[in-house]
């Protein structure tokens, strides 16, 4: 490991997601995902409206209830108790995905396990023959959002990289991908490949290539 | 005279017999009907294929009626939650069937049932193995796959209220699967807070039809689950 890539600080989830919220556009409509995605909401900024969409039936969903306003039969897509701003709306599943699908959503955010270079996202199994699979609203998201955000580390806990030639795992879409923010920098999906948008200080091109292992071009 | 009213959730599903298929409506516990499946347990029907969009949470609902013994196969998008051991432990021992849906294509097969629609090509799963066998076709420049109605004998929803024509509204996220799993079963039952009289229920408020309700039997207002 070069001194340069030891010297460097990965960013934190909170500093990955706060870079997520300053990128949305005041009016945008956006699906976040289950998991890590999660603590984007925590970030949006006030002086943009910004609607979420929860794909169990909400548009302009609010944040965290206080503990005497919890009411379980307004949840999330990972059935937590939310709130609903002035304004939101609930329907039912068909119109929920019909938004989603009908490509009516500016972005969606979700998790990944591998990112190909092509945009292809793999994020709902694994090749793991004991897991139980899983898939839920993930596949509408990724064909439907005009934008797909992926929020994710860039390597494995076995330190393999994220960022792949072909997905190994089962995909959820293809070619979806349009952004990757991770704790390596943010990385655009272009029809040259991977493109270094920004990095994290102290962590130069050449290093970043050398851990994720793949070819990250510079903007 | 009109009236789909039930004294109890028993008479609603009395006649659910073995190997039935039902849809059950609800997002988590939000719209689950807990006293509907718990009258289901109670009648025991056996080889049952259940459609719902999850697979039980904790040890009430689908969760008790998969523990019951009684599913032979379940249909659904989002089976693996922290709190879904009841089907992981079944699912894992062999004893239960999993088709795995795409909640969007789970929502559409089943408004596709109940809307007379022969079959639809979607974007959704397009090259990944949930499309795997499936007929595929290019229409404007984009690719999509073929999939089929889901249709059921019985259809098991929650509601807020209901009058004795069955129109039913909903509350909040709990309305959920409940407008469109309505829509595609032989015999539709509805559990409600309660039951008012006709015209009680503002006319444009009411989410589904009572064409499509058969049953709705009052259960009051427990908090969901």
Known sequence: MSEIATAFKPWTRAEMAQRIAADIPDGAIVNIGIGMPELVADFLPQDKEILLHSENGILGMGPKPSPNEVDYDLINAGKQPVTLLEGGAFFDHSLSFAMMRGGHLDIAILGAFQVAVNGDLANWATNDPNAIPAVGGAMDLAVGARNVFVMMELLTKKGESKLVEHCTYPLTGLGCVSRVYTDHGVIDITPEGFVARQLPPGLDLDALNQRAGIAIRAS | ?225
């Open chain 2, 1 to 225: 005279m009109i009236d789909k009213t039930r004294p109890d959730t028993r008479s609603c599903v009395a006649d659910i017999p073995d190997g039935a298929t039902l849809l059950v409506g609800g997002f988590g516990g939000a719209g689950m009907p807990h006293e509907l499946i718990e009258a289901v347990i109670a009648r025991a029907p056996r080889d049952l294929t259940i459609i719902s969009n999850n697979a039980g949470n904790g040890t009430t609902g689908l969760a008790a009626l998969l523990a019951a013994g009684l599913v032979r196969k379940v249909v659904c998008s989002f089976p693996r939650q922290a709190d879904s051991f009841v089907f992981d432990q079944l699912y894992r021992e062999g004893k239960l069937e999993l088709e795995l849906v795409p909640q969007g294509n789970l929502v559409e097969r089943i408004r596709a049932g109940g809307a007379g629609i022969g079959a639809f090509f979607t974007p959704t799963g397009y090259g990944t193995p949930i499309a795997a066998g499936k007929e595929t076709r290019q229409i404007d420049g984009r690719n999509y796959v073929l999939e089929y109605p889901l249709k059921a004998d019985f259809a098991l929803i929650k509601a807020r209220r209901g009058d004795r024509w069955g129109n039913l509204t909903y509350r909040k996220t709990a309305r959920n699967f409940g407008p469109v799993m309505a829509t595609a079963a032989k015999v539709t039952v509805a559990q409600v807070e309660d039951i008012v009289p006709l015209g009680a229920l503002d006319p444009e408020d009411i989410v589904t039809p009572g064409v499509f309700v058969d049953r709705l039997v009052a259960i009051g207002t427990g908090a969901a689950q």
